[in-house]
């Protein structure tokens, strides 16, 4: 049988204290419990150096439904824009489609490891408003998903400069913090990069999503997360509140979980040094993976990669021969599906059509 440290029991014991009834099976406050509230609190605090409050988190089922009700929220009509990234992860525009808005694309630039340039937000932002749509957030998904990458600090300044000033609310998918695989980038979060340029609630509206389900523990099934909003006045406050109250409230497993995750074992803990050996395990494991990978991409014939710096995802780019484009012509199909089948005919490996950026001209990237 396992050994259950000290601390571990101890920690079953405090959970259940901040439980009414001391038992999970019964409906929690709508935000999720308030002691786990305030362990996640302190936990962003450790984190980024400032300030966190219990009563800006949102305990959800996985950082989905949180990114809905922030979508529901936002989206009054096919005439607001939600800024996403290109390539995304799905969830955004099918959120996005759900609740009747339109999704607004802004381009990661490959040649420079899937870079977020302000500029292309500037021209996207000025195209959308010429078509008559008003633009409402920003979708910012760091460490990249599904494209890897980890943002610089100054270029998330520049990122929280511009949502500043456009008055547009900054969505930051920040679900694989704990990925991060290159030694000369760090995790920052978009909180703590806005407070550290003196930007406080008054100034800037920033929703940070975190899920259960990412990072080393990977507990999917268990459906934990909350979103951190910061920066939005008591009356639009109420508003969430009310959204989140027709969910009654999350799971507790998921909530108590969530709570775990931003608040692991502490140095002098008798849990530590297993806890520790355990994630360091998982996420070298993961990083040896990513840099076989990236390296088999790389001696291909066709096939290009960026360096995989975070999350859990590779982005190859594939350039087809003339010859390939000719045969799709001929066999009337588009060069990435004729290539695609091809492949799942040979392989029976599947291309996620989810991630298609662009096929011109016989350059896919996926």
């Not at 995304?88 to 959120?95: D, F, K, T, V």
């Not at 806890?275 to 998982?282: F, H, N, P, T, V």
């Not at 993961?286 to 790389?298: G, H, P, Q, V, Y």
């Amino acid at each position: 049988m396992h050994h259950l440290g000290a601390d571990a029991i101890e920690r079953a014991w405090q959970i259940l204290d901040q439980i009414p009834g001391r038992a999970t099976g019964a409906y929690s406050h709508s935000q999720g419990i308030k002691g786990l509230r305030d362990t996640i609190a302190a936990g962003i605090e450790a984190r980024d150096g400032f300030p966190a409050d219990p009563n800006d988190i949102f305990l959800t089922d996985g950082a989905s439904p949180a990114v809905h009700m922030m979508m529901q929220l936002l989206i009054r009509s096919e005439k607001d824009g939600i800024l996403c990234p290109i390539p995304q992860y799905p969830l955004y525009s099918a959120s996005i489609a759900l609740h009747g808005g339109t999704l607004v694309p802004y381009y990661l630039d490959e040649a420079t490891g899937w870079g977020l340039e302000v500029s292309e937000l500037k021209k996207q932002l000025a195209d959308t408003k010429s078509k008559g749509i008003t633009p409402r957030a920003v979708v910012v998904i760091n460490p990249g998903n599904p494209t890897g990458q980890v943002l610089a600090e100054d270029n998330q300044r520049g990122i929280v400069e511009f949502c500043k000033q456009e008055g547009l609310i900054l969505l930051a998918d920040e679900v694989y913090q704990e990925n991060v695989y290159v030694p000369e980038k760090k995790f920052h979060s978009f909180k703590k990069v806005a407070r550290s340029m003196g930007y406080g609630e008054k100034d800037i509206s920033i929703v940070s999503f975190q899920s259960v389900s990412k990072g080393y523990y990977g507990e999917c099934g268990k459906r934990g997360g909350y979103m951190e909003v910061t920066g939005f006045g008591p009356e639009i406050r109420e508003q969430i509140y009310k959204v989140a109250s027709v969910n009654l409230c999350s799971n507790i497993s998921g909530q108590i979980l969530a709570s775990l995750v931003m608040s692991p074992p502490k140095v002098g803990d008798e849990s530590y040094e297993s806890y520790y050996a355990e994630k360091d395990g998982i996420l070298s494991s993961l990083m040896r993976r990513a840099k076989t990978l990236e390296d088999a991409f790389n001696n291909l014939e066709g096939v290009t990669c960026n360096k995989a710096e975070g999350a859990m995802y590779l982005f190859p780019c594939i350039r087809l021969p003339e010859k390939a484009i000719k045969a799709a012509e001929a066999a009337k199909t588009a060069p990435d599906n004729f290539y695609c089948r091809r492949l799942l005919n040979a392989t029976g490996i599947v291309f996620r059509s989810w991630f298609w950026l662009w096929a011109d001209s016989g350059h896919l990237a996926f």
